[in-house]
């Protein structure tokens, strides 16, 4: 007597693996897609409460601008390096002390995957849609102190991700 599977078998064991992956499919994509949304709201979340922070500790100067000085025009690079690394003063006493904490690693926009700054000059308008989602992850106004995710679409409530 033989042991094993006929063809006729494994094509139905198959077959029934394929409908429940088909089912499963979309339950998946949707927690993905929630969690891409989830982390775009909490990376704006961090970086918005950093632009305060920085802003508030050089005299309500936002990040970006080279030397702390609006006058010089705002720089995507300058904005990215003021926000990631720390700043370490020394008081009065001979204590060292952390004056501000920086992210470490700049996130990037969980849409497209991209940590490029479109940086919006003091004069321009802030752009009410996307500019160049495959190049940039996020648009800033340094004068406005305005960060954006930079990406087309909407979540399941209808927001666009830009407008988060």
């Known amino acids: ?62 990040p970006g601008y080279s030397e702390n000085d609006a006058s010089l025009g705002a720089n995507s690079e300058v904005f990215v390096n003021q926000l990631v690394r720390s700043e370490v003063i020394e008081g009065q006493s001979s204590q060292v002390k952390i004056k501000r904490t920086g992210l470490g690693v700049f996130p990037k926009n969980p849409f497209n995957c991209k940590g490029a700054v479109l940086m919006i000059a003091d004069g321009q ?18 004068a406005t102190k305005n960060i954006r995710v930079n990406s087309d679409g909407v979540d399941k409530d209808g927001v666009r991700y830009f407008d988060y």
Do not use: C
């Not at 029934?16 to 993905?32: C, E, L, M, R, T």
């Open 1 to 62: 007597m033989k042991r094993g599977f006929t063809l006729t078998e494994f094509v139905i064991a198959i077959a029934i693996v394929g409908i429940i992956a088909a089912a499963a499919a979309p339950v998946y994509q949707s927690y993905v897609l929630s969690a891409k949304e989830s982390a775009a709201k909490d990376n704006l979340r961090i970086l918005r409460n950093l632009i305060e922070i920085y802003a508030i500790q050089h005299n309500e100067t936002p």
């Open 125 to 142: 308008e802030f752009p009410a849609t996307p500019v160049e989602p495959e190049y940039f992850g996020w648009v800033y106004k340094p």
